[in-house]
């Protein structure tokens, strides 16, 4: 079992909806949890992070985190076109390494 | 202000060759970090520096791989006897040290094995 685990997808949505993409992770020494974007051919991009249960809001982006449960969730309102790219969840134990999910593919079509 | 940067963006080797990447990480960001990413893959973590002492390099593979940042600032990631599994991008991470501790990644430098 991978650490951190995310869906390959491609997770379709259409313009203007709510893309959501999830993560569970087995280490519950992890504390802190990222969400990077990234292109293809580019290197990650950071979008989000959070470390405290609940929601944390940032513009279009949603971060959710359930330490019970183990799962971490990114919700994009109104997506677009440009949202479209690969969504990687890591986990993070004190100031140290991100362990990374393979990502989720998130496809916007107009 | 600057990102990370690294250089070469781009390196062609042959088999059993030496080489060389650096990191030049955000200004005043005292912990350095590089991972590998494969195609398909997430980024794999490599070693992380606190300041000058690598405070973590348990994701080394092997010893053919080696990381230096002598003055705190710059690293230089070091392969000897290049693989041609070797072939990946190799990122590099800064980020200050504290709550949350966001890292942000350079453009990577994309190592071909021939």
């Known amino acids: 079992q991978k650490e951190v685990e995310q869906n390959s997808g491609p997770l379709s949505v259409p313009e203007g909806a709510i893309a959501s993409l999830n993560c569970t992770y087995s280490?519950?020494?992890?504390?802190?949890f990222f969400w990077y974007r990234q292109y293809s051919g580019k290197s990650p991009e950071l979008i989000m992070f959070?470390?405290?249960?609940g929601d944390k809001e940032d513009g279009r982006f949603t971060a959710q985190l359930n330490k019970a449960s183990q799962y971490v969730s990114l919700l994009i309102r109104d997506s677009q076109p440009s949202d479209s790219a690969t969504y990687l969840c890591?986990?993070?134990?004190?100031?140290?390494?991100?362990?990374f999910g393979t990502g989720t593919r998130l496809l916007v079509s107009p | 202000g600057a990102g990370v940067s690294q250089t070469p963006s781009n390196k062609v080797t042959e088999k059993g060759k030496y080489v060389e990447l650096r990191c030049d990480p955000i200004?005043?960001?005292?912990?350095l970090y590089w991972y590998r990413q494969s195609l398909g893959q997430g980024p794999e973590f490599l070693i992380y520096?606190?300041?000058?002492?690598?405070?973590?390099d348990s994701g080394l593979p092997n010893d053919r791989f080696f990381a230096v940042r002598p003055e705190g600032s710059v690293s230089t990631l070091k392969i000897q006897r290049t693989e041609r599994g070797d072939s990946a991008v190799y990122l590099c991470?800064?980020?200050?040290?504290?709550?949350?501790?966001?890292?942000?990644f350079g453009p990577g430098t994309r190592l071909t094995v021939l």
């Open positions: 200004s005043g960001h005292t912990a």
């Open positions: 520096f606190q300041g000058t002492g690598a405070a973590d």
């Open positions: 280490d519950r020494g992890s504390q802190s």
């Open positions: 991470a800064s980020s200050r040290t504290g709550v949350g501790n966001e890292q942000f």
């Open positions: 890591a986990g993070q134990t004190g100031f140290q390494k991100l362990v």
């Open positions: 959070i470390y405290s249960n």
